[in-house]
């Protein structure tokens, strides 16, 4: 009992913490007209800004990272990026000029760039693979939670005390959850810590050793179902935040609305839908697909797809109403997918490279996708405005939207050889474990045996995780 309270605890932790990861950049969207009015700023800038000047860093950055969280101690590294990123956000509001506010964005994706891979080893330790869609879309939920602070927080902070303030106001509360996270959080692997069961004993320096980069690289590329998961995720994320990023300016522009007011529309939208579409993929994968990851990416494609169709009505509508119903309907389609992408991802990787393959698959999806899309939208803009005013945004939105049929072309070739791929997944992780247990046996490694036990919640035949 302690143990299962315990577990849901961490990941409650875990996602407020996500939460305060993403309001910065939605944040931002928000507040893109008026530092562009106050910094005298040409779209492509703030496309630059938004984009590749922050993704390069927060890519980058969040491979050492990882690879330190693949042997260190995450919670740790949970804490200490926390506090750089909350602090950091606060000192965007002190910036005066474009150069200043590029840097300081860049202190911000360092730190952010130290949230997600660990927090993901973490919940593998306690989440069986049954748990995982469950456990990973319940981690979701802290992007669509961030929809409704970011927006709408940042709306109304932004008409009552202007960006700069708003700034300092949202990264504040990161110092808190940083302290929380540090003094209640348990590391499996630090000895100190009072000892707490895990369903996958997590990598020690008595059990396995980190793999070289260029072994992680080779093993997770030679894997199918992981390439096209990655470039699946990479042009989601493209179109995501190529689209994410203006929308808040596009609705200023098209439909003529104040921040405030806006804000609280995209805080329903965005957090009402990705609520409801990330939940639901993560249950609906864990009641009905459970083990069953070909059926959850069959899904997941037809969700992408549906998405795509609806985005491109949102820059078609006659009037906000009918945009903002369009963009939550959207939502909901894309944000099914986070639980059964990220838990296949999971469990096709072993625990001494979790940490690391997610840094890997942030690093791809997030040049091209965080680094691009803005940018793109941002010229794409500037490219148009001399034919098409202020409406030049709304024709760059509405090209990019159908690209989600790329990303539910990927989802379908990942769903062709994940069973194969899980197959010989656990193989090698049942050999692994019998190697060592037959080493422990021999070299009286800890007990002086090794003992194995099942996977607790796993499916028959799953492979055992060694326990010491």
Same mark, same amino acid.
């Given at each position: 009992?302690?143990?299962?309270?315990?577990?849901?605890?961490?990941?409650? =932790?875990?996602?407020?913490?996500? =939460?305060?990861?993403?309001?910065?950049?939605?944040?931002?969207?928000?507040?893109?007209?008026?530092?562009?009015?106050?910094?005298?700023?040409?779209?492509?800038?703030?496309?630059?800004?938004?984009?590749?000047?922050?993704?390069?860093?927060?890519? +980058?950055? !969040?491979?050492?990272?990882?690879?330190?969280?693949?042997?260190?101690?995450?919670?740790?590294?949970?804490?200490?990026?926390?506090? +750089?990123?909350?602090?950091?956000?606060?000192?965007?509001?002190?910036?005066?000029?474009?150069?200043?506010?590029?840097?300081?964005?860049?202190?911000?994706?360092? !730190?952010?760039?130290?949230?997600?891979?660990?927090?993901?080893?973490?919940?593998?330790?306690?989440?069986?693979?049954?748990?995982?869609?469950?456990?990973?879309?319940?981690?979701?939920?802290?992007?669509?939670? /961030?929809?409704?602070?970011?927006?709408?927080?940042?709306?109304?902070?932004?008409?009552?005390?202007?960006?700069?303030?708003?700034?300092?106001?949202?990264?504040?509360?990161?110092?808190?959850?940083?302290?929380?996270?540090?003094?209640?959080?348990?590391?499996?692997?630090?000895?100190?810590?009072?000892?707490?069961? +895990?369903?996958?004993?997590?990598?020690?320096?008595? /059990?396995? /050793?980190?793999?070289?980069?260029?072994?992680?690289?080779?093993?997770?590329?030679?894997?199918?179902?992981?390439?096209?998961?990655?470039?699946?995720?990479?042009?989601?994320?493209?179109?995501?935040?190529?689209?994410?990023?203006?929308?808040? *300016?596009?609705?200023?522009?098209?439909?003529?609305?104040?921040?405030?007011?806006?804000?609280?529309?995209? *805080?329903?939208?965005?957090?009402?839908?990705?609520?409801?579409?990330?939940?639901?993929?993560?249950?609906?994968?864990?009641?009905?697909?459970?083990?069953?990851?070909?059926?959850?990416?069959?899904?997941?494609?037809? *969700?992408? *797809?549906?998405?795509? =169709?609806?985005?491109?009505?949102?820059?078609?509508?006659?009037?906000?109403?009918? #945009?903002?119903?369009?963009?939550?309907?959207?939502?909901?389609?894309?944000?099914?997918?986070?639980?059964?992408?990220? #838990?296949?991802?999971?469990?096709? =990787?072993?625990?001494?490279?979790?940490?690391?393959?997610?840094?890997?698959?942030?690093?791809?999806?997030?040049?091209?996708?965080?680094?691009?899309?803005?940018?793109?939208?941002?010229?794409?803009?500037?490219?148009?405005?001399?034919?098409?005013?202020?409406?030049?945004?709304?024709?760059?939105?509405?090209?990019? /939207?159908?690209?989600?049929?790329? #990303?539910?072309?990927?989802?379908?070739?990942?769903?062709?050889?994940?069973?194969?791929?899980?197959?010989?997944?656990?193989?090698?992780?049942?050999?692994?474990?019998?190697?060592?247990?037959?080493?422990?046996?021999?070299?009286?490694?800890?007990?002086?045996?090794?003992?194995?036990?099942?996977?607790?919640?796993?499916?028959?035949?799953? #492979?055992?995780?060694?326990?010491?």
């Amino acid at each position: 009992m302690r143990f299962i309270a315990y577990k849901h605890y961490l990941l409650i =932790v875990l996602t407020i913490i996500l =939460v305060c990861n993403y309001v910065d950049r939605l944040a931002l969207g928000v507040l893109l007209e008026d530092i562009k009015a106050d910094l005298a700023l040409s779209d492509t800038q703030l496309g630059f800004l938004g984009g590749i000047a922050f993704a390069l860093f927060y890519s +980058v950055m !969040g491979v050492p990272i990882a690879r330190w969280a693949d042997r260190g101690n995450r919670v740790t590294i949970i804490a200490l990026t926390t506090t +750089v990123w909350s602090a950091a956000v606060a000192l965007c509001g002190l910036a005066g000029s474009f150069v200043q506010l590029v840097l300081i964005r860049i202190g911000v994706a360092v !730190g952010e760039a130290g949230c997600i891979p660990p927090a993901f080893s973490l919940i593998a330790n306690y989440f069986n693979r049954a748990e995982r869609p469950r456990a990973a879309a319940l981690y979701g939920l802290g992007g669509p939670l /961030s929809f409704v602070v970011g927006f709408f927080l940042a709306g109304w902070l932004n008409e009552f005390y202007g960006w700069r303030w708003t700034f300092v106001m949202l990264g504040a509360p990161g110092i808190l959850l940083a302290l929380l996270a540090r003094f209640t959080l348990k590391e499996p692997r630090d000895p100190r810590s009072p000892r707490v069961d +895990v369903v996958d004993e997590p990598a020690s320096s008595a /059990s396995a /050793s980190q793999p070289s980069m260029k072994e992680v690289c080779t093993r997770l590329w030679a894997n199918h179902t992981f390439r096209s998961l990655l470039i699946c995720l990479a042009v989601i994320f493209f179109f995501n935040y190529g689209i994410l990023q203006w929308q808040p *300016a596009f609705f200023i522009r098209s439909h003529g609305l104040g921040t405030g007011e806006m804000g609280t529309w995209l *805080a329903v939208t965005y957090g009402v839908g990705g609520l409801l579409g990330t939940f639901l993929g993560g249950e609906l994968a864990s009641r009905y697909a459970a083990n069953n990851e070909r059926l959850q990416l069959k899904a997941m494609s037809v *969700a992408i *797809a549906g998405a795509g =169709v609806l985005s491109t009505f949102v820059y078609l509508a006659p009037n906000q109403y009918a #945009a903002f119903g369009f963009a939550g309907l959207a939502v909901i389609g894309l944000t099914t997918v986070n639980g059964p992408l990220f #838990a296949t991802i999971q469990t096709l =990787v072993p625990e001494n490279m979790r940490a690391v393959s997610f840094a890997l698959v942030y690093l791809v999806a997030n040049l091209i996708g965080m680094g691009l899309g803005p940018l793109a939208t941002g010229v794409m803009s500037d490219a148009f405005r001399t034919a098409l005013g202020d409406e030049s945004l709304r024709y760059a939105l509405l090209i990019l /939207s159908p690209g989600y049929f790329l #990303a539910a072309w990927y989802a379908v070739r990942a769903g062709r050889t994940v069973t194969s791929d899980l197959d010989a997944v656990q193989i090698e992780q049942a050999r692994t474990v019998q190697a060592f247990a037959t080493r422990d046996a021999t070299t009286g490694v800890g007990d002086g045996a090794a003992s194995v036990s099942w996977n607790a919640g796993s499916e028959p035949g799953a #492979a055992p995780i060694a326990r010491r």
